[in-house]
């Protein structure tokens, strides 16, 4: 049996802990997301708080089919560690970066050299293995030559990417589609969880061990110190601006600042993650405490690396063990995924589209690279993110709009269109799960997310 882990900051910072976690005013819930959904430029919705579900979505106006409802940008977000093997794009948008040739070099590359996909994965199982059998190995000479832009593929001039920015530290492990959103990563995220020179972590030694906990368990824990790391930056941003009287920098004039930083984030559904996540099929409910007490071990322990990193002792209560614990279960809850298409699967169909002279001419160079590619030719960007307006919309079983991204979509913005005509002021709806699966299997899964779901077709379907 793991012993149960104790975080000191937990019993000493009790008080300012619970008010970080407790729901904000209601005017200040409103005021928040009337400046999003301006910002958004999304002025057909409106989020209203209700009693039943916390928030809901409803229409400013009427929407017919296929109208776009919203684009939702992330707050926080992070691609999967095992996914940065088959996509390079940029740290802050998500969208492909560098060329055709080097997405296809680099992961040959990188397969080549056996660096394993992070395939021992944590409770929350989101990692899958790329398939590897039955591929062809191309000469590293040819891997080269695609990587650094000496061999052009026919057509790709056609599939222009921006060129790789890489990250102002010097980490060599992010990089960006421009300027700005280095630029942008940096201020909000990155300056702190940068393992190069110029970070400002306070060992990055001990973040790297964070990184190597998280890829080996589960990288979870990645977007959850982006939210820390962004709280913070915030906080020491706030206090530059003078909102703070340093004349007496107790913790008590710290702390409204503090919550002031934490505000876009306390604005998201939480639970303790070892509290809600659903139990693995394989474990029995007789050992559903130790499995749970088992989660908050890990927590803990992924929480005391990233404590050495990056800890601020003006911003303690955020390296609690329940605050780390409720950001997780708050990605947790709201199933929000980063999904971007990949461009190299485009440039596949498109060679493939090609007149039948053009076409075979084409694959005389392109026929090998998708062989040595596999079935992994069109994996795209995957990751789990928080979009705070698309984490308001409620579940339904017959939803009126869903999640979808179109042609021009190509970062990781969340984009909600209509299925259906939508009145104006009725609420929007998606769908969490497949909601063509029986009224069981439905309200199985729609467990983990916490609720019963009451809608008409469930209603009608109730045994
Ligand atoms: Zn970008
Ligand atoms: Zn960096
Ligand atoms: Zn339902």
Avoid at 54 to 63: C, I, N, R, T
């Amino acid at each position: 049996m793991a012993e149960a882990a104790i975080c000191p900051i937990d019993a000493q910072f009790s008080g300012e802990i619970s008010t970080l976690l407790s729901s904000p005013p209601l005017p200040q819930v409103q005021e928040y997301f009337e400046a999003l959904v301006s910002e958004r430029q999304c002025s057909g919705i409106k989020v209203i708080p209700d009693s039943e579900h916390g928030k809901g979505v409803h229409s400013q106006f009427d929407f017919e089919e296929n109208d776009l409802v919203l684009k939702d940008r992330m707050l926080v977000g992070a691609q999967h560690s095992s996914n940065k093997i088959d996509c390079l794009v940029c740290s802050f948008c998500f969208q492909f970066i560098g060329s055709i040739e080097l997405q296809i070099g680099r992961k040959l590359y990188l397969e080549e050299l056996g660096v394993s996909p992070f395939n021992e994965c944590g409770p929350s199982d989101q990692m899958e293995c790329s398939s590897s059998s039955e591929k062809i190995n191309l000469s590293q000479d040819i891997i080269q030559s695609l990587m650094n832009g000496s061999l052009q593929l026919p057509y790709s001039e056609k599939f222009r990417l921006p060129s790789a920015v890489p990250c102002p530290g010097g980490c060599k492990e992010a990089y960006y589609c421009s300027k700005s959103c280095a630029e942008a990563d940096w201020d909000s995220f990155h300056s702190l969880l940068c393992i190069g020179r110029g970070s400002s972590a306070l060992n990055t030694e001990a973040l790297l061990k964070f990184v190597k906990h998280a890829n080996e368990t589960n990288d979870i824990f990645i977007v959850a110190a982006k939210v820390i790391s962004f709280t913070v930056l915030r906080y020491r941003k706030l206090k530059q601006q003078g909102k703070l009287d340093t004349s007496k920098s107790s913790s008590s004039c710290i702390f409204p600042l503090l919550l002031e930083a934490w505000k876009p984030v306390s604005m998201g559904f939480k639970k303790r993650w070892w509290d809600c996540i659903a139990l693995p099929e394989d474990v029995d409910s007789c050992d559903e405490s130790e499995f749970r007490m088992q989660i908050k071990d890990l927590a803990f322990e992924s929480l005391q690396l990233l404590k050495e990193a990056i800890y601020d002792s003006e911003c303690a209560p955020l390296f609690s063990l329940d605050i780390y614990g409720h950001i997780i279960g708050m990605f947790e809850l709201n199933n929000l995924d980063l999904v971007v298409a990949s461009p190299v699967e485009d440039y596949f169909l498109y060679i493939d589209d090609l007149p039948p002279s053009q076409k075979k001419e084409a694959e005389k160079i392109t026929k090998s690279f998708l062989d040595a590619l596999g079935d992994d030719y069109s994996i795209s960007c995957e990751g789990t993110a928080f979009f705070p307006l698309q984490s308001c919309m409620n579940h339904s079983c017959i939803p009126n709009a869903k999640a979808f991204k179109r042609e021009e979509d190509r970062d990781g913005q969340a984009i909600i269109v209509a299925l259906r005509p939508i009145l104006k002021g009725e609420e929007i709806t998606i769908s969490y799960i497949d909601e063509d699966l029986t009224y069981e299997e439905r309200q199985e899964l729609l467990a983990d997310y916490g609720f019963t779901c009451k809608c008409p077709k469930c209603i009608e379907e109730r045994p």
